[in-house]
T-cell receptor, first 113, second 113 residues
Framework: DGGITQSPKYLFRKEGQNVTLSCEQNLNHDAMYWYRQDPGQGLRLIYYSQIVNDFQKGDIAEGYSVSREKKESFPLTVTSAQKNPTAFYLC????????????FGPGTRLLVL | LAKTTQPISMDSYEGQEVNITCSHNNIATNDYITWYQQFPSQGPRFIIQGYKTKVTNEVASLFIPADRKSSTLSLPRVSLSDTAVYYCLVGDPLWTGANNLFFGTGTRLTVIP
């Protein structure tokens, strides 16, 4: 089945720890995105990537880092510099143009211990 | 930047038609209007997209007046499973960066039995 997967479903982070959220897609999409969603709020863009080895900061990139070494993978690292990381993280992909339909993964919920 | 304004919440009884309006006063000539649906703890799902006049698919209709400063998502005969948050996005189909990826807080629709 084609789709976009995220793992893990739940992730716990200790103070000062870096954690990495996985996002994989087999839709052959060029563009991938990371969003953060806080309770009762909309989605805010963290990073996006139009093509392999290229990515751009979104509205709230501070405290996060990404890489795009392969077309199908776009991992997000939540660094210790992100002081309030508790949120629902969503990964999406699209064929390339920003107004093309974005397909979202099931999300990862990050909690701080 | 064509940001959007939507009602925070709406209630409707089962079987009724629901219309959700989105204001986008600063919409640009090349911008398209896209609606997504999100259930709790899931990623958003594409519903419909349009540029002008009316677009209809198997789940919804999208009405866009001539001035394109607003749009209305119409859901015919809603059921309990339509309870979700609905987001309106406005953006240029040509890639112009993260400015087009603004989900806002959306409209929380509650369908009542």
């Amino acid at each position: 089945d084609g789709g976009i997967t995220q793992s893990p479903k739940y992730l716990f982070r200790k103070e000062g720890q870096n954690v990495t959220l996985s996002c994989e897609q087999n839709l052959n999409h060029d563009a991938m995105y990371w969003y953060r969603q806080d309770p009762g709020q909309g989605l805010r863009l963290i990073y996006y990537s139009q093509i392999v080895n290229d990515f751009q900061k979104g509205d709230i990139a501070e405290g996060y880092s990404v890489s795009r070494e392969k077309k199908e993978s776009f991992p997000l690292t939540v660094t210790s510099a992100q002081k309030n990381p508790t949120a629902f993280y969503l990964c999406a992909s699209s064929s390339g143009r920003v107004q093309e339909t974005q397909y979202f993964g099931p999300g990862t919920r990050l909690l701080v211990l | 930047l064509a940001k959007t304004t939507q009602p925070i919440s709406m209630d409707s009884y089962e079987g009724q038609e629901v219309n959700i309006t989105c204001s986008h006063n600063n919409i640009a000539t090349n911008d398209y209007i896209t609606w997504y649906q999100q259930f709790p703890s899931q990623g958003p799902r594409f519903i419909i997209q349009g540029y002008k006049t009316k677009v209809t698919n198997e789940v919804a209709s999208l009405f866009i007046p001539a001035d394109r400063k607003s749009s209305t998502l119409s859901l015919p005969r809603v059921s309990l499973s339509d309870t979700a948050v609905y987001y309106c996005l406005v953006g240029d189909p040509l890639w112009t960066g993260a400015n087009n990826l603004f989900f806002g807080t959306g409209t929380r629709l509650t369908v009542i039995p």
